[in-house]
């Protein structure tokens, strides 16, 4: 089974500098994606960014870009100039895009990582 | 789109009673997801079907908990008897489709106390 690791519970940045949360995850497949969802205090599930594990290229989305190590099994978030906005819970999640795999339909989430912003 | 429309958005119940959690999924989509959401746990998927059927159960905690998709456009989630352990937030999201790339939508929720 896959397995999803977010090893920072919390993490603080100040306004308009760079931080980056990290996220290790364990798996057997080599055809699946990655998530990075936010939930703000609302508990709405936000997607944030996607990697396709099958892409070199480490995806981007405005401020928000990751750092897709497939060999290390690593997907780390970067926030740039973050904002107060940016305050929430990250979740790293997994997906396997093989329809046989185990766990085709479902999402595997890590453990989330609370961002605080400071003006 | 109104996205994805979950109901009630609280619910307070006591042990042994039935809760039903309803969903209304994106219009057109042909997935839907049901997750909770807990301190111990974290998010798990409890069910997901496509296309109405029920394709993956494996999350479901036990027999007190049954999910039925009657059409594309509702979904529900009964627990029956509820217990306090079972207090979480719900959480439903639809997709286009089943494909590991399609994003999956989240609606806001229901979160769930028994006491």
């Known amino acids: 089974a896959q397995t999803v690791t977010q090893s920072q519970p919390e993490m603080s940045v100040q306004e308009a500098e760079t931080v980056t949360l990290s996220c290790t995850y364990d798996?057997?497949?080599?055809?699946?994606?990655l998530f990075w969802y936010k939930q703000p205090p609302s508990r709405q599930m936000i997607l944030v960014i996607r990697q396709e594990a099958y892409k070199q290229q480490n995806a981007t989305e405005n401020r928000f870009s990751v750092n897709f190590q497939k060999a290390a099994k690593s997907f780390s978030l970067k926030i740039s100039d973050s904002q107060l906005g940016d305050a929430a819970m990250y979740f790293c999640?997994?997906?396997?895009?093989?329809?046989?795999?185990?766990?085709?339909?479902?999402?595997?989430f890590g453990q989330g990582t609370i961002l605080t912003v400071h003006p | 789109d109104a996205g994805v429309i979950q109901s009630p958005r609280h619910e307070v119940t006591e042990m042994g009673q039935e809760v039903t959690l309803r969903c209304k999924p994106i219009?057109?989509?042909?997935?839907l997801f049901w997750y909770r959401q807990t301190m111990m746990r974290g998010l798990e998927l409890l069910i997901y079907?496509?296309?109405?059927?029920?394709?993956?159960d494996s999350g479901m905690p036990e027999d007190r908990f049954s999910a039925k998709m009657p059409n594309a456009s509702f979904s529900t989630l009964k627990i029956q008897p509820s217990e306090p352990r079972d207090s979480a937030v719900y959480f439903c999201a639809s997709s286009l489709r089943d494909t590991a790339y399609n994003e999956q939508f989240f609606g806001p929720g229901t979160r769930l106390t028994v006491l």
């Open positions: 079907f496509n296309n109405n059927v029920p394709i993956d």
């Open positions: 999640a997994y997906r396997s895009a093989s329809a046989g795999g185990t766990s085709y339909g479902k999402l595997t």
């Open positions: 219009s057109g989509h042909n997935s």
């Open positions: 798996t057997s497949e080599s055809d699946y994606y």
